[in-house]
């Protein structure tokens, strides 16, 4: 390279191949860490994990280590979770889209909004299961499925509306020009401009949020409640698979310890299978995006 003199070259080689080396020892470290907790999770799991405790409901004498299954807990995490997410994503997405549409992007309103999301971010989710708790003392209603989506949607929130906001602000705003200059209504725009540019971002918002959602426990402590059957309607108690696992781990019973690692195995199938799927969607969506 003409003009740099030759020891200025060979300490910007060395210090090129100093952060490759650092990049790739991070790289091994990460994977590294989620195969040593996945696989000792499995480990653990193996002596209890079978179909039968996947498709059975607790039965007397559970917590004693006798028969019985975590559907209630499989079925309770899912519909909370589920429930929440797409509750959370009908106020983010509109919020979102008022944010970088209809008001400036450095607007007073969206500045002091972002902010106001990123605190709300911060908050411990105890504290949003003592206001679901206070919520539901105030309304006179009791622990259940509806409560504790409400409270989870509340957590998700702002994790789903600072992750979608981040995406859609990167969307060229010759886009935007070239959709209003065509003559297309804003809501024109939001649909067919803003919402299939960003798709994938979208969509990894809403996988970010589920996860939390689906792995939180202290949220629904007191608002989902806690039952051994599964809930036959949002007015009814949820079990959870946190909150199942918190309870198994809890006893003196090895055989219950033991289904506290397959309900964690669990657990952490059900997020992965749910990453795979909207991976495999985000490749399918991408051909819609301008590179």
């Known amino acids: 390279m003409s003009g740099v003199p030759d020891g200025r070259l060979a300490r910007r080689k060395r210090t090129d191949a100093l952060f490759r080396v650092l990049a790739a020892v991070s790289a091994a470290f990460v994977i590294g860490c989620l195969l040593l907790i996945v696989g000792a999770i499995l480990w653990k799991s193996v002596p209890a994990l079978n179909l039968s405790m996947l498709t059975r409901t607790p039965r007397g004498g559970f917590y004693l280590g006798r028969e019985g299954g975590i559907l209630n807990a499989i079925a309770g995490s899912l519909y909370l979770a589920g429930g929440a997410t797409l509750l959370a994503f009908l106020l983010s997405l509109p919020l979102v889209l008022y944010l970088n549409l209809y008001k400036g992007r450095d607007s007073k309103t969206a500045v002091w909004t972002r902010f106001s999301l990123d605190v709300l971010w911060g908050v411990p989710s105890i504290v949003y299961g003592a206001f679901g708790f206070v919520v539901m003392m105030a309304l006179g209603l009791r622990a259940s499925l509806l409560a504790g989506i409400l409270t989870v949607a509340l957590l998700e929130l702002p994790i789903m509306s600072r992750a979608i906001d981040e995406v859609m602000r990167l969307v060229p705003r010759e886009l935007m020009e070239a959709s209003d200059t065509l003559g297309a209504t804003r809501f024109e725009t939001a649909v067919k401009v803003m919402v299939r540019q960003t798709a994938p971002g979208i969509l ?30 949002l007015l009814d108690p949820a079990a959870t698979l946190p909150l199942a696992i918190f309870f198994q781990l809890g006893t003196p019973f090895p055989e219950v310890r033991q289904r506290a690692y397959a309900s964690a195995a669990v657990l952490t199938l059900i997020v992965l299978l749910v990453s795979l799927a909207g991976r495999a969607f985000s490749r399918r969506y991408t051909r819609h995006v301008v590179k």
């Not at 996988?207 to 007191?222: H, K, M, Y």
């Open 204 to 233: 990894t918002g809403v996988l970010l949020a589920f996860g939390r959602g689906i792995g939180d426990a202290a949220s629904v402590l007191f608002t989902a409640g806690f039952t051994d059957r599964v809930p036959a309607s």
